[in-house]
C-alpha cells in the first residue's frame, strides 16, 4: 500500500514541476534555466519542512512517503539539472554552468534548512 502514496505524489509532482518549470522559464529571456533551479529549491524547501515536522513527531511515515518520496522526489529533477548544465557548458557558457551548480547546491541546501528550522519552530 505504501507504493501507492508514492505513486500518487509523483503524479501530483511531476506534472507540477513541468507546468512550474514552463511557467517560470516563459517569465525570463535567459539562458539560465531558472525554471529547474525553482523547482529544485522548491522541493527542497518542502522537504525540509517535512523533514522538520518528521523530526518533531509531526508528520507520519504516510506523509513522508505522500509528500516527501512522492510529490518531492517528482518535482524536483537532478537529470534535467544536469542535463542544462552541460548544455550551458558545451555552448560555450561555463561560467553559467559553474553558477547554476554553485547555485543549485546553496539553494538547495539553505532551502531544506531553512524549511527545516521553520517546521521545528511551528511544531516544537
Known amino acids: 500500500?505504501?507504493?501507492l502514496l508514492v505513486v500518487?505524489?509523483?503524479a501530483v509532482g511531476a506534472p507540477l514541476r513541468y507546468l512550474t518549470d514552463r511557467a517560470v522559464q516563459a517569465r525570463h529571456d535567459a539562458v539560465f534555466p531558472w525554471g529547474t533551479f525553482v523547482v529544485?529549491?522548491?522541493a527542497c524547501l518542502l522537504l525540509g519542512v517535512l523533514a522538520g515536522a518528521a523530526l518533531a513527531g509531526a508528520a507520519s511515515s504516510r506523509w513522508t512517503l505522500l509528500l516527501g518520496t512522492?510529490?518531492?522526489g517528482a518535482l524536483s529533477t537532478y537529470s534535467t539539472f544536469s542535463y542544462e548544465t552541460l548544455r550551458?557548458?558545451?555552448t560555450g557558457r561555463r561560467f553559467l554552468a559553474a553558477a547554476n551548480v554553485g547555485a543549485s547546491v546553496l539553494a538547495g541546501l539553505?532551502?531544506?534548512v531553512l524549511g527545516s528550522q521553520v517546521a521545528r519552530q511551528l511544531f516544537a
Open 1 to 3: 500500500m505504501n507504493w
Open 8 to 10: 500518487a505524489g509523483g
Open 40 to 42: 529544485n529549491a522548491a
Open 70 to 72: 512522492g510529490l518531492c
Open 88 to 90: 550551458l557548458a558545451e
Open 110 to 112: 539553505g532551502a531544506v
